[in-house]
């Protein structure tokens, strides 16, 4: 009897052991699996941190250019308005001197110089000139032969020049035409100002912009 229940005590007492051992083990997969969750979890928290960090300096990088970018567009911007201006302001100025100028006696070489260019750039040997009212009046029978006598130096060949018949031009400067009408040089203020723009704005760049200063 006593055998018997002595090997039933070690029959419990090593189920109880096993029982520990099962629950010792289970106990150490489970701290196991819950470390590497945590582990697990703490790398994709930390990815997910690393990768808003980086979104967020991707961002800052974004907004940095574009801001840069906007200030870059607002300054040529400025800078064209400011060249526009001040081209305007120029050719204003320009109009106005010429304008003054017809009252003086140097405005009929002024205005030979320019019946002599259209009628070269006409290229024609009849050339029919004509003017304001103001300047219809210079272009006498001697403004017209200094003109013929220089024009014809320059084109190496006889060139006829006669003011035109019809009404005066409204605005200053000079127009020359062939005498069947078919070709036309406008040599007016207005179309010579307009040759000029890209000269003048080249230079107030040079003069204003490119040496950064706005000085000399």
């Known amino acids: 009897m006593e055998e018997e229940n002595g090997g039933k005590k070690l029959l419990i007492s090593g189920i109880i052991e096993e029982a520990n051992n099962e629950a010792g083990r289970i106990v150490s997969e489970a701290e196991k699996r819950a470390k590497e969750r945590i582990e697990s979890a703490r790398k994709r928290a930390d990815g997910i941190i690393g990768e808003a960090k980086t979104r967020a300096a991707e961002g800052a990088e974004r907004t940095r250019k574009s801001v840069l970018s906007g200030v870059e567009v607002?300054?040529?911007?400025?800078?064209?308005?400011?060249?526009?201006?001040?081209?305007?302001?120029?050719?204003?100025?320009?109009?106005?001197?010429?304008s003054d100028l017809i009252k003086s006696p140097e405005y009929r070489t002024l205005l030979s110089g320019w019946i002599v260019e259209a009628a070269v750039g006409l290229g024609t040997k009849d050339v029919l000139v004509n003017g304001s009212e103001a300047e219809r009046?210079?272009?006498?029978?001697?403004?017209?032969?200094?003109?013929?006598?220089?024009?014809?130096?320059?084109?190496?060949?006889?060139?006829?020049?006669?003011?035109?018949?019809?009404?005066?031009?409204?605005?200053?400067?000079?127009?020359?035409?062939?005498?069947?009408?078919?070709?036309?040089?406008?040599?007016g203020i207005e179309t010579r100002l307009q040759r000029k723009r890209r000269v003048i704005q080249k230079l107030l760049y040079e003069r204003l912009f490119e040496d950064g200063t706005g000085n000399e």
């Open 74 to 98: 607002e300054v040529k911007r400025r800078e064209m308005a400011v060249r526009e201006e001040v081209t305007a302001q120029i050719l204003e100025r320009v109009r106005k001197k010429l």
């Open 137 to 187: 009046k210079l272009m006498d029978a001697r403004l017209l032969k200094e003109s013929i006598k220089e024009a014809g130096k320059l084109t190496g060949s006889p060139v006829r020049i006669s003011l035109a018949g019809g009404l005066a031009l409204g605005p200053q400067g000079v127009v020359a035409r062939s005498k069947n009408g078919r070709t036309e040089y406008n040599n």
